[in-house]
């Protein structure tokens, strides 16, 4: 038995019939799981070892050369000639399908980079001797990981001062305005410069930055709503009956007001 609702099971099944968006859907779903599995598609690490009879697993764990014989302490480099040849006469090697990680450079080639594809590298390498498809599946990851995250942050944010604005109304809503314009008003771009020239830029600190000064364009279209649907006789029912103000706007006006939100979701992810 579905556990969706009749009106979703209508929704799900109208979606269907849109064979474009409905495999679209899909393809998407397919490309965003591999970029998941990145690291046992393409590695330049390998997956599993086999030396002197111990089990080693440089996926989850970094190794030294001292470690599988060598003379140095210093971090395995599983792409040395050295090492590949005293790990296959001593055990055996499992690789990823390609060799290459999101960082890895092809110094065995003999092509002049960038180079056309190859059984090493199935889509050729970059000007920098990357391999190209490796770089798609972790820039796919990534991508896809800092759109979906900085449209959860950013529309709750949106949402939650968009709704206390519209509900309470009055200087709730008057200084909140002000803020908002005083806020957007910021020369965005220069303070990221001058933010990254401070702190070494990574994946949380762009999506922070990201998420500061990008939350303020779902603002207007729930407060909107809100100042609507505030006055209608079921919420002024609601209030004389003593539901709380967080009742009243998580179960009453929120979904109704989600129902125009939801289409600013996507211009968000884009």
């Known amino acids: 038995m579905s556990r969706l609702s009749p009106v979703n099971q209508a929704r799900w099944a109208r979606f269907r019939h849109n064979r474009r968006g409905y495999w679209s859907l899909w393809i998407f779903l397919v490309l965003f799981g591999l970029s ?18 111990s089990w080693y697993f440089p996926l ?16 395995a480099d599983y792409q040395d000639p050295w090492l590949k040849e005293r790990l296959e006469n001593n055990g055996w090697v499992l690789w990823a399908p390609i060799r290459f990680g999101a960082t890895s450079i092809n110094f065995a080639t003999d092509k002049p980079f960038p180079s056309p594809p ?44 968009g709704a206390l604005q519209g509900y309470y109304g009055g200087k709730v809503d008057l200084w909140g305005q002000r803020f908002i314009e005083v806020w957007s008003g910021m020369p965005t771009l220069f303070l990221i410069i001058l933010l990254s020239s401070v702190v070494q830029p990574n994946f949380w600190w762009l999506l922070a930055i990201t998420v500061l000064f990008g939350w303020m364009s779902l603002v207007g279209v729930v407060r909107a709503e809100f100042l609507r649907t505030r006055n209608f006789d079921y919420i002024r029912a609601a209030q004389a009956l003593g539901v709380s103000d967080r009742s009243i706007i998580l179960r009453h006006m929120l979904p109704n007001a989600m129902v125009t939100t939801l289409t600013f979701f996507t211009v968000y992810f884009m």
Do not use: H
């Open 36 to 53: 998941l599995c990145s690291e046992l598609i393409a590695n330049d690490k390998p997956l599993l070892v086999r030396y002197d009879g």
């Open 60 to 75: 989850l764990k970094n190794y030294s050369e001292s470690d599988f014989g060598g003379p140095l302490a210093s971090k």
């Open 118 to 161: 190859s059984r090493q590298n199935w889509l050729g390498t970059d000007a920098n001797g990357g391999d190209v498809l490796a770089r798609i599946l972790y820039g796919t990851r990534i991508s896809v990981l800092f759109g979906l995250m900085l449209t959860l942050c950013s529309s709750a944010m949106g949402v939650l001062a």
